[in-house]
């Protein structure tokens, strides 16, 4: 369960996303993905204020998370797949698909010292906007040594490749009509799925209260899939958590 584009520019969104994940599962049992500087116009370390927000809820234990540096993909993409991903899996915020690993590294490692900073104590991973990797982006994945990272349908240890849980992300779109329309129904068959399925990773959006027709959609999807699911911390993944816990989760 994770809140994304966590960042000053969007701080009253943020806040009423986690006050109701927070009613609908007893307390902050979820992760937020942070963005240290969100396109170029909303740094963290100028914001003292939302960051001093964020150390209350990493003390009260929300699990933080590196989200890329800036969340725009300014990158002139050359192969045709990363052109395809760039086009019509994100609205140009694939920031870390076509970067070299210098660079990559780079962002990594200074966006990690902001967002650190912020929550007076260690990220629990990186995960990249929008999901997308690049080459570059996975090899400084390993450089820097985050204990964890997640795409579109696994969480893995980028140290080892290890992969420790797989399922798919149910997330929401705010974009357009057709998106919208797509999202609910997403959401609404997961609602239905059978619990075979091990994992799913819930992910909700700050554009996503612009809509109360998605407000509504995710808290059912939550209260529903909480109510049968054992809900997992991403802690639980690495040595010495309760990884079990993970079977039959809504992340």
């Known amino acids: 369960m994770s809140i994304h584009d966590v960042s000053p ?13 927070g ?7 979820f992760a937020m993905l ?12 100028r914001a003292p204020a939302f960051a001093r927000r964020l150390r209350r809820w ?8 590196l989200h890329g540096w ?5 990158t002139d993409h050359q192969s045709t797949a990363a052109m395809m991903k760039s086009r019509y899996m994100t609205a140009g915020e694939g920031e870390f698909l076509g970067l070299g690993a210098d660079e ?8 990690r010292d902001v967002v650190e900073t912020a929550i007076g104590g260690p990220v629990a991973g990186f995960i990249a906007p929008a999901w997308l990797y690049g080459a570059g982006a996975r090899a400084a994945l390993k450089a820097c040594d985050f ?16 992969i420790v849980a797989r399922g798919p992300v149910v997330t929401w779109a ?6 919208t329309a797509s999202s609910l129904a997403v959401a609404a068959a997961a609602r239905a799925l059978p619990d075979w399925l091990p994992t799913l990773r819930i992910a909700v959006h700050p554009g996503d209260v612009t809509k109360e027709s998605l407000m509504t959609s995710i808290e059912r999807t939550v209260r529903s899939l909480s109510a049968r699911r054992a809900v997992g911390r991403y802690a639980d993944l690495l040595p010495g958590g309760a990884a079990a816990a993970y079977e039959g989760s809504a992340s």
């Open 9 to 21: 520019a969007f701080a009253e969104p943020i806040d009423r996303l986690a006050d109701m994940l």
């Open 23 to 29: 009613d609908i599962l007893g307390g902050p049992r």
């Open 34 to 45: 942070v963005v240290p500087d969100h396109w170029g116009a909303a740094p963290l370390d």
């Open 58 to 65: 990493a003390d009260a234990g929300v699990e933080m998370f």
């Open 70 to 74: 800036f969340h725009r993909d300014t």
């Open 104 to 111: 990559a590294e780079y962002r990594m490692r200074r966006g």
């Open 147 to 162: 204990a964890l990272a997640e795409d579109h349908f696994r969480v893995w240890r980028p140290a080892t490749d290890q």
């Open 174 to 179: 705010s974009r357009s009509t057709a998106r």
